[in-house]
């Protein structure tokens, strides 16, 4: 039986396109707020494009489980093209919310891709570009996931993405990854 004190994420992307640093952001903005937390990713073939999961787990509680995720509470879906790859979603279900990059209002997604479950639209590739000039979607989503699940609060995502990416990137590109987390979380 699942832990109801564990919320379960799955990210799908392409390689470079921040999945796997999506998920060490969220996992540690959990963990700013003592919560427990898992974050991993499962690669294919690693090439830049290549498609990537990866996972996350946040629980209230120590977390024993190493297995895949399965049955995610939410599903992070960083290109929108990948819902046609059927081999993207073997073993996912009954998820109960999907937060997808996409121009398309969250009806057109649920109608186009046949999704059942609550769908979540944010163009994270718009905001990435605005701010960036590069399709860098993780953190629209970011923005959105902390809007839409408040698994973590908007201060630890920030905290979080700065303490993931002050090693990787200029300060100048810190300030507009933040513009672009809040940005996404207004957007109604």
């Keep these: 039986m699942k832990n109801k004190k564990m919320f379960e994420i799955v990210i799908l992307g392409r390689g470079g396109q921040g999945a796997k640093s999506l998920g060490e952001i969220i996992a540690q903005g959990a963990g700013l707020e003592d919560k427990y937390t898992q ?17 996350v787990r946040i629980s209230l509680e120590k977390i024993r489980t190493k297995e895949t995720i399965t049955n995610p509470d939410c599903i992070l879906v960083l290109d929108e093209k990948l819902l046609a790859e059927k081999n993207s979603l073997i ?25 059942n479950q609550p769908v979540v639209s944010v163009n994270a590739s718009g905001l990435a570009e605005e701010f960036l000039g590069k399709n860098f979607p993780n953190l629209g989503i970011l923005g959105k996931f902390i809007f839409t699940t408040e698994q973590i609060s908007l201060e630890s995502g920030l905290s979080a993405y700065e303490k993931v990416y002050t090693s990787k990137i200029d300060p100048q590109k810190i300030f507009a990854g933040k513009k672009i987390i809040q940005k996404a979380y207004h957007l109604i």
Excluded: D
């Design 39 to 55: 974050a991993f990713p499962e690669f294919g073939p690693e090439r830049s494009g290549a498609p990537v999961k990866a996972f």
């Design 91 to 115: 073993n996912l279900k009954n998820n109960k919310t999907w937060i997808v990059n996409s121009k398309l209002s969250s009806q057109e997604l649920r109608k186009k891709w046949k999704i």
